[in-house]
């Protein structure tokens, strides 16, 4: 089992900026790749990040290109995701998600994936 717990969302002002953590614990040696999802009120959760961590290699959804940041800190067991000159269309709850053993076909649709952490909220006024 890998538990997944979310921190560092809040409110702030339209331009600021956020760093969400995902500290995974238990089971993690088999992550191929955690990623981040939002869901925002009656609406599909979408895919904004991903990150595998076998090269540490990053992608992002093409309205996050540029100001979100997504990274790793391995000692730490800690996904980080920064997110600088918000807008207050990224309000949601962020989720990050990890996925055991390989790569998945759409590594973007949030079916499939095994571990999901408790979520955090963004809210950006403004």
């Known amino acids: 089992q890998v538990q997944l717990v979310e921190s560092g969302g809040g409110l702030v002002q339209a331009g600021g900026s956020l760093r969400l953590s995902c500290v995974a614990s238990?089971?993690?040696?088999?992550?191929?790749?955690v990623n981040w999802f939002r869901q925002a009120p009656g609406k599909e959760r979408e895919f904004v990040a991903t990150?595998?961590?076998?090269?540490?290699?990053?992608n992002y959804d093409d309205s996050m290109k540029g100001r979100f940041t997504d990274s790793r800190d391995s000692a730490k067991n800690t996904v980080y995701l920064q997110m600088e000159h918000l807008r207050p269309e990224v309000t949601a709850v962020y989720y990050c998600?990890?996925?055991?053993?390989?790569?998945?076909?759409?590594?973007?649709?949030?079916?499939?994936?095994?571990?999901w952490g408790q979520g955090t909220q963004v809210t950006v006024a403004s």
């Open positions: 238990g089971r993690t040696s088999r992550t191929y790749a």
């Open positions: 990150i595998r961590f076998s090269n540490d290699q990053t």
């Open positions: 998600a990890a996925l055991m053993g390989g790569p998945m076909i759409n590594c973007r649709h949030p079916g499939g994936y095994d571990y």
